[in-house]
């Protein structure tokens, strides 16, 4: 998780880095904020960007649907790390 951003009453917005391949390698990597509803247990993506292995920006995106937080995922992960459920 790169940054945590909890100013909104109810909303978790965080950061994800991805990384495909070395720790200390400059990538390739994707980076990726979602967005958490905590009383709705509802998540999204807002951003996302994918870097190539000499840490290029490739390719990115914004926006996203709501959706529910299915079990044995990222999402539930984040949910219960950042909403504080169990």
Do not use: H
């Not at 950061?15 to 990538?27: F, Y």
């Not at 960007?49 to 709501?66: K, N």
């Not at 937080?69 to 950042?82: D, H, K, W």
């Amino acid at each position: 998780m790169q940054t945590f951003d909890d100013a909104r009453s109810g909303s978790v917005k965080v950061w994800i880095k991805q990384a495909n391949g070395e720790r200390d390698a400059a990538g390739p990597y994707k980076a990726f904020r979602f967005e958490l509803n905590c009383g709705a247990e509802q998540i999204r993506t807002l951003a996302w960007a994918e870097y190539d292995a000499s840490g290029t920006l490739v390719r990115s995106g914004q926006g996203g649907r709501w959706g529910g937080v299915y079990p044995n995922t990222l999402g539930e992960i984040l949910e219960q790390g950042a909403c504080g459920t169990s």
